[in-house]
């Protein structure tokens, strides 16, 4: 394998813009009126990624808690590739110190991340135009938390939602300070390398909005050194697990990259639907069912209710037969790159070393630039 020609990306679909652009210091407000602005500043950024995509340098990335899944895929990873291949700068994080957030050990931590760069490199993230590093291996971003914690207060964290939700469905018995101060984490992780786009959900618009407001007050304290990243929100629908519930790597209940085409076609198999036997794409009233068609024709890239339509009368049975055929018809060749790039696993290592330095270099310049800000602060 040539590491300086990686095999050619799969296509990716637009995902829209979304303005958080706001100067209250209310955090938790960060989702209020997005829906209404997000159309507006997506025509624009898209516009104006088209036009100038060097001005850009997206945020992106993922905690190594477990296999990448379809979720992932349809959800984020595709956009990274499309904004690459468009000339943006791409930063992608593998985030093992964030693992600890809501779990008490780090388990099976150096094989989740080479399992995860090897997913990155199979759906086409380019080392020579993207950057893969990660979190520990850059301890100039670590220490950007502290001068960033002094700018929000314990009372803006304590009201953050998405702080809420995570605390609610932690794997620990208690809090830890990690898992309260993730969203300043976040921040850290974002404006080390000045990011200005971070693609997320709209459960994560009240950490971004936790990073703007760290932005803009170092910026007005000790003079402009960060830019205020806007929000890339994923148009993506959300696809659900085998089990009916949010598709979650924890939750044993999705289809992993990595799977083989056998696997999922046992994991489709076992997926929930109902007893309506003619198939119709009805999210509201028909969830399962409605997750498996939508599955299909994202695979398929055509319109979920003409997949419905085709399926008629079929039953889950054939609803679950287009859904296998679909999914490893798309997913084949990203398996075979990924075979491929994981019998070199000294490769796939080397990607990553060569991550860590320039996010390394570019973290300690941003630290300096910092620390000259502050008046020298050590």
């Known amino acids: 394998m040539n590491p300086m020609k990686p095999m050619n990306p799969v296509n990716a679909a637009t995902a829209p813009v979304a303005d958080t652009d706001t100067d209250t210091d209310a955090i938790t407000d960060a989702g209020a009126g997005a829906d209404a ?6 025509a624009e950024l898209e516009g104006l ?24 895929y349809f959800g984020t990873l595709h956009n990274r590739v499309r904004l690459q291949d468009l000339g943006v700068d791409v930063f992608v994080i593998i985030a093992d110190y964030q693992v600890l ?9 150096t094989e989740h991340m080479e399992a995860m760069v090897l997913d990155y490199l199979a759906i086409g993230v380019d080392p020579e135009r993207s950057t893969i590093f990660n979190h520990s291996a850059v301890p100039a971003l670590n220490q950007l938390m502290l001068p960033f914690l002094s700018l929000v207060s314990v009372a803006e964290l304590n009201r953050n939602p998405t702080v809420k939700d995570e605390i609610a469905h932690s794997r620990q018995s208690t809090v830890s300070g990690l898992m309260f101060t993730y969203p300043v984490h976040q921040a850290a992780d974002i404006l080390f390398c000045k990011g200005n786009l971070v693609p997320v959900g709209r459960d994560q618009l009240p950490h971004l909005e936790v990073t703007r407001t760290v932005a803009r007050r170092f910026n007005e304290r000790y003079g402009q050194v960060f830019p205020e990243p806007d929000a890339l929100l994923s148009a993506a629908p ?25 696997e999922t076609a046992r994991l489709i198999k076992g997926a929930k ?38 399926i008629g009368g079929g039953g889950a049975a054939g609803l679950k037969r ?43 310049a941003t630290l300096d630039e910092v620390r000259g800000a502050m008046g020298g602060v050590r």
Not at 37 to 42: C, E, I, M, N
Not at 278 to 307: F, K, Q
């Open 37 to 42: 602005t997000a159309l507006r500043r997506s």
């Open 49 to 72: 990624i088209r036009q100038a995509p060097g001005r850009f340098r997206v945020m992106t990335g993922d905690r190594p808690t477990g296999p990448l899944h379809l979720g992932h």
């Open 101 to 109: 957030t809501d779990r008490d050990v780090a388990d099976r931590l």
């Open 238 to 262: 959300l696809l659900l697990g085998t089990d009916g519930t949010k598709m979650s790597k924890s939750r044993g209940n999705s289809i992993a990259l990595g799977a083989t085409a056998d």
């Open 273 to 310: 639907t109902d007893a309506e036997r003619h198939i119709t794409y009805e999210p509201e009233t028909r969830p399962g069912v409605s997750s498996l068609v939508l599955l299909a024709a994202l695979c398929l890239d055509r319109d979920p209710h003409d997949v419905a339509e085709e």
């Open 322 to 364: 287009t859904v296998t055929e679909a999914v490893n018809t798309r997913m084949a060749p990203i398996r075979a790159r990924r075979a491929e790039y994981a019998r070199d696993l000294g490769y796939v290592r080397s990607v990553l070393r060569a991550g860590n330095a320039r996010a390394n270099e570019i973290a300690g």
